[in-house]
């Protein structure tokens, strides 16, 4: 069942610009982390942010949640060439099971 | 460090031909392992995850089926294959926790393998 959705689905931009994708979700989640997959490659983990938690930053990615919104937003600042790929958030099911991954948003940066 | 590996990393197959794809986790123990597929534009559809040895935990009934013959070993196999099997397929590992599964662990990916269908 699908529980995140990211918009926009695809994002094009210049590099040192900065880059929001946001995430929205139906039902109360315990956590919400989001990923990045480059082309043909694997996804790898960025951060985790739990729901208690508002705001959560790593290096130049910078995490916010609004549980009352149900969103989060992923922000890349000064993006770089490297950064193209797609990003998904990834939230809690039901009690007790599995991450459930959106559809992702794709990100372009071009030099 | 831990790494996780799979293959092949790209496989063409004829329509009712079998299938074997093999993940296989170092540096850790008792790791939670899963399976997934990846459709094109689409997000990941978890197929499979094991909390152990010869424990597998099925998400998605389908003609595809795993095992988990090897603490790190993790193997996804279908006897005949469908059209609709064609996507990418994603190993993941989270480690261990009291031989369940949680949503608050980081899973950490495979490179995957690229199926096409014929």
């Known amino acids: 069942s699908q529980q995140g959705e990211e918009d926009p689905q695809a994002l094009s931009i210049q590099e040192g610009e900065n880059a929001t994708m946001n995430c929205s979700y139906k039902t109360s989640i315990n956590n919400l982390q989001w990923y990045r997959q480059n082309s043909g490659r694997g996804l790898v983990h960025l951060i985790l942010i739990r729901s208690n938690e508002r705001e959560k930053h790593s290096g130049r990615l910078r995490v916010t949640l609004d549980t009352s919104k149900k969103s989060s937003s992923l922000l890349i600042t000064a993006s770089r060439a490297a950064d193209t790929a797609s990003y998904f958030c990834?939230?809690?099911?039901?009690?007790?099971?599995?991450?459930?991954f959106g559809k992702g948003t794709t990100l372009s940066v071009s030099s | 460090s831990q790494t996780i590996h799979q293959w092949p990393a790209t496989l063409v197959q004829p329509v009712g031909s079998p299938l074997s794809l093999e993940c296989t986790v170092e540096?850790?123990?008792?790791?939670?392992l899963y399976w997934y597929r990846q459709a094109a534009g689409r997000g990941l559809q978890l197929l499979f995850y094991s909390v152990g040895i010869g424990q597998i935990s099925s998400e998605v009934p389908q003609n595809l089926s795993a095992s988990r013959p090897q603490d790190r070993q993790f193997i996804l196999s279908s006897k005949k294959l469908l059209l609709s099997d064609s996507g990418f397929y994603l190993c993941?590992?989270?480690?261990?926790?009291?031989?369940?599964?949680?949503?608050?662990?980081?899973?950490?990916f495979g490179d995957g393998t690229r199926l096409s269908i014929l």
């Open positions: 540096g850790t123990s008792n790791p939670n």
């Open positions: 990834a939230t809690d099911g039901q009690a007790g099971t599995a991450l459930i």
């Open positions: 993941a590992w989270t480690q261990f926790r009291d031989g369940q599964i949680y949503s608050n662990q980081p899973q950490h």
